[in-house]
């Protein structure tokens, strides 16, 4: 629920800020893209589709604390750029969630191979 929330604020801070960079675009789309399938990959884990496995669960926390530090670290950005924070500050808070989103196809491939041939 709180990632839902997070990602909500996301959403409109990214559509009520003028000026949103191709960065800001793509991170956002990306982080939309991963947050499907791990809320997918959680929901067939609840429901038994995917096993109850250790190997599984694991896959989808990791995923899914990714995505939760993706998108605090996005939302530290805009606030930082909504305040006119120096071009340092931006570019470390850029960094940080350029390093966080650099994990995340790892994280999401190792969710689909779950699935197997599915």
């Known amino acids: 629920m709180r ?3 997070l990602l909500a604020s996301l ?3 990214l559509f009520t800020v003028a000026g949103c960079s191709n960065w800001e675009r793509q991170t956002f789309q990306a ?3 991963s947050k499907a399938v791990i809320d997918q990959a959680q929901a067939d884990y609840e429901t038994g589709k995917l096993p109850h496995s250790q190997l599984t669960y694991d896959a989808v926390n990791k995923a899914k604390a990714a995505q939760t530090s993706a998108v605090e670290g996005m939302i530290t950005f805009e606030q930082l750029k909504a305040t006119n924070a120096t071009a ?3 570019a470390k808070a850029q ?3 350029a390093v966080i989103l650099a994990d995340l ?3 999401i491939t190792a969710i689909k191979s779950l699935y ?3």
Do not use: C, H, Y
Request: a positive charge.
């Open 3 to 5: 990632n839902r929330i």
């Open 11 to 13: 959403t409109l801070m």
């Open 31 to 33: 982080l939309s893209a």
């Open 88 to 90: 340092g500050a931006l």
């Open 95 to 97: 960094g940080d969630v």
């Open 105 to 107: 196809p790892g994280l």
């Open 116 to 118: 197997g041939g599915k």
